[in-house]
Every structure is written in structure tokens, then in C-alpha cells.
């Protein structure tokens, strides 16, 4: 099943095409010979998290394709939302993008009543770059060695154990409060400016579990430097054959799989958006960035859903989700 189909299977997807605005401060010539320099990916995290990793493995191939560089600057803060902000006020003309993701484009709006941007209105979709399913993490002389005791653990222990996150409406908060909701725990949750900090803390048992992307934690699982208990998603993922579903390890409440997208300043012309989205189709097509983004046990959106209509749809979709279930923070 593709990724979009089982996202849609869980009802994460609303059946409304989004539209691609066009520009006004950029030439139909400047369009046309775009890019003439270098571009700017602003990644709203740290280096080495899942979003950085995606980012430098995409748009690698993108800037070949492109005949331009694209270079990555990791703004952080505010669970994204600082660098988010940042993205929208950028110049629409092409040279300024951001890799969001489904908290910096979905749930960051219903958990921040003053978010200085809102993904739909101040943001073209370019492309859906990988679903990212989540897991359940743990440092690896955690003491419950399954999920069941893990749930046990959290539940006789909630005051007392702590949680890794990427700050206040990044995917590692809302999925690991979407978990602490179904088992009504309280733990303190520890932040990091990205999951790739926060990964380095685990490994170091600094930190005692995580709810996160995949996409870091699969060096990680395999090298056994943490634990994983669960995969919150229907079927196991081949990059990581061991690792129960959360429905085989009892735990089937907790469905969790993020993804990661390109994003221009609203106003950005069609015909740069059209290139943008193109590059990234091919990136994904390559047979190298396959292997790299498979092997992390990233999600490959299919054709259909790699177009800015889809990803429209998709955030529409995601904002509506989380306003349902997520309440500022206090
Ligand atoms: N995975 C992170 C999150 O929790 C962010 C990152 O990519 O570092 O939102």
C-alpha cells in the first residue's frame, strides 16, 4: 500500500485540492531562467535529525538537477515555528524554501494561538518529499522490555520518567502526547532544538523515551545504542523487520506516521514552483535517494501524491486533524 493510501486509510487526508498562487514580485523572465544562484533549504531543526536528513538527501538531487546549489541553513526554536515564520516573510521569488513538516505545517497551529504564520495561507506547496512513520524509543538500559511493561513502567511511573522532544508542536511532542493521552501519563517532557540532539541525549541516557520520525532512530535501533518498542503503524517497516506494530505489542490506539514536504513563501511563481516540484519528483525517482531514504525506513509518496495539489490537500487535512485534538500550550 502506498504511503498516501494508508494516510488516507486513517482519514489524515481531506479531499480538497489546494491552489497554486502566482506571483507578483518576480519577472515571467526571472521565472523562466530560474534559478540563476544558489538556494537557500532553511530546515526548521537541528542537524541530524529526520527533517535535516530528508532535506540533504533530496535536495542534493534537486540542486543537479536544478544546475544550482541549495544550501541547507538549520534555524531552530519554538518547535520549528521560529524558522517557519521566518520562511514566510522570505522573498517569493524561488531563492528562499523551507522543509516543513507536520508540525511546523499542521500542528503547530491549533497549539499556538499567535503563530506568526499559517501553513495554508502564507505558504505555496511544492512537493511531499517522505512519510515518516513514528516509534516508540527508549534509551537502551530503560528498564521494561517490551511495550507492555513499558506501559506498565509509565503508568506506575509517570511523575518520574521523562520524555525527549523537539519542542512544542514538532512531531516528537504531539505524537508522544497523543501516546501519554491514550495511557494518562503526565511525564516531564525535556526539549531540544531538533531529534537529532535529543537522539544524541538517549544514546547517552541522559533521557529516559522518545516518540520520533524514523528516520534517525534506525542507525540508532540497529546499531543497538536504544530501544524500540513499537512502530505506530499498521504494517512493520522493512528497514526495521523486528520492530512490532503498536497492534502486535498491544498498544493498537497509538497510529503515528508524520511526513516531511517543501514549502515556498506564498506568492511564489507558478512557473519556479512548477521547476521546484519537478526536481523533487525526479530526486525521488532516483534510484540512489530511493535506496538512502528507504533504508531509513522513510515512506516514498507515489507519483499522485507527489504534486502541490496533493500536498495541499494533505496539510488542509493534517491543520483540520490536530485543531481537532490538540489545545495551546500552556
Ligand atoms: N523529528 C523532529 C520533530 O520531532 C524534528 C527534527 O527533524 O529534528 O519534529
Aim: charged share 15%; hydrophobic share 45%; net charge positive.
Amino acid at each position: 500500500m502506498s504511503w498516501c493510501s494508508r494516510a488516507r486509510s486513517i482519514g489524515w487526508l481531506a479531499a480538497v485540492a489546494g491552489i497554486v498562487g502566482l506571483g507578483v514580485s518576480t519577472t515571467p523572465a526571472a521565472a523562466q531562467n530560474y534559478p540563476t544562484r544558489s538556494i537557500t533549504m532553511i530546515v526548521p531543526f537541528a542537524a541530524g535529525g529526520p527533517t535535516d536528513v530528508i532535506a540533504r538527501i533530496v535536495t542534493a538531487h534537486m540542486a543537479q538537477t536544478l544546475g544550482q546549489s541549495i544550501i541547507i541553513e538549520n534555524v531552530v526554536g519554538a518547535g520549528g515555528t521560529t524558522a517557519t515564520a521566518r520562511a514566510a516573510r522570505a522573498a517569493n521569488d524561488g531563492y528562499t524554501l523551507i522543509t516543513g513538516h507536520m508540525g511546523t505545517h499542521a500542528a503547530a497551529v491549533p497549539l499556538y494561538p499567535k503563530l506568526a504564520y499559517h501553513p495554508e495561507r502564507d505558504f505555496e506547496p511544492v512537493a511531499l518529499l517522505a512519510g515518516t512513520p513514528i516509534l516508540i524509543l527508549a534509551r537502551k538500559d530503560f528498564a521494561p522490555k517490551d511495550t507492555k511493561e513499558f506501559v506498565d513502567y509509565i503508568k506506575a511511573n509517570s511523575e518520574k520518567v521523562n520524555a525527549a522532544h523537539a519542542g512544542v508542536g514538532s512531531v516528537s511532542h504531539v505524537s508522544c502526547e497523543l501516546l501519554n493521552s491514550i495511557l494518562d501519563v503526565k511525564p516531564v517532557g525535556v526539549p531540544f532544538n531538533g531529534t537529532g540532539p535529543a537522539m544524541n541525549a538517549l544514546v547517552a541516557g541522559q533521557v529516559d523515551y522518545m516518540c520520533d520520525q524514523i528516520v534517525n532512530a534506525v542507525p540508532q535501533i540497529n546499531a543497538g545504542t536504544i530501544k524500540a518498542y513499537a512502530i505506530a503503524t499498521p504494517e512493520r517497516n522493512p528497514a526495521l523487520p523486528n520492530v512490532p506494530t503498536t497492534t502486535e505489542a498491544g498498544l493498537p490506539k497509538f497510529q503515528a506516521q508524520a511526513w516531511n514536504a517543501i514549502f515556498a513563501p506564498k506568492g511564489t511563481p507558478a512557473p519556479i514552483l512548477a521547476k521546484l516540484n519537478a526536481a523533487a519528483a525526479k530526486a525521488l525517482d532516483d534510484e540512489g535517494v530511493r535506496k538512502r531514504l528507504l533504508e531509513l525506513g522513510s515512506v516514498i509518496p507515489a507519483p499522485a501524491d507527489r504534486t502541490p495539489e496533493a500536498l495541499a490537500a494533505l496539510v488542509k487535512g493534517e491543520v483540520a486533524k490536530w485543531s481537532a485534538v490538540l489545545k495551546p500550550a500552556s
